[in-house]
């Protein structure tokens, strides 16, 4: 789907009228920027592989899909929408930079079979590239959230920020090797 002017004509918003019109609209604004700056589509589906993933970026097909348990908030679906966006504007600005800004990470890793599969035996230093990625996704889905003027609450950003990447710490701490 593509440019949406009224929630009530979008997936993901749709289901966030009901909680939080005036969210709702803030959800809408975000989807319509990633598709009129970088033609990218927003749907609201489970993630077959991982049911527990909040959202996931699809670089090939320029794809945003986020979960509907985040719609049950919007806050978090925001909170979700502009962390994802912050993959996609990473890939699409940094992209000849992050090979050299995350050497160990090796960026053509089908990154959902790695959640699939996070026991995945990974050195250190790819699991120190993963976290630091996912950093910067958050600070710059922050920096896209402020320069559309969306109500972002910090503390409640950052208690949402460290829940999901929480998984990774876990991860670069039992499942790394050297």
Wanted: include cysteine.
């Amino acid at each position: 789907m593509g440019f949406c002017e009224s929630p009530e004509n979008h997936p993901v918003t749709k289901k966030l009228l009901t909680r939080d019109s005036k969210r709702a609209l803030e959800a809408l604004k975000i989807i319509n920027y990633a598709y009129a700056v970088w033609n990218i589509t927003v749907i609201a589906a489970i993630d077959k592989d991982d049911p527990n993933n909040s959202g996931i970026w699809y670089p090939s097909s320029k794809t945003i899909q986020i979960s509907p348990r985040r719609l049950l908030s919007a806050e978090t679906a925001i909170y979700t929408l502009l962390h994802e966006l912050g993959h996609a504007e990473l890939e699409f600005y940094e992209k000849d930079v992050l090979d050299k800004k995350y050497p160990a990470l090796h960026l053509n890793v089908d990154e959902k079979n790695l959640l699939k599969r996070p026991w995945i035996k990974k050195s250190q230093k790819y699991w120190i590239d993963y976290i630091c990625l996912e950093s910067d996704a958050w600070n710059t889905g922050l920096e896209i959230g402020e320069l559309l003027k969306i109500k972002i609450d910090m503390k409640r950003w950052n208690l949402f920020k460290y829940k999901c990447m929480r998984p990774a710490g876990k991860w670069l701490a039992v499942y790394s090797v050297s």
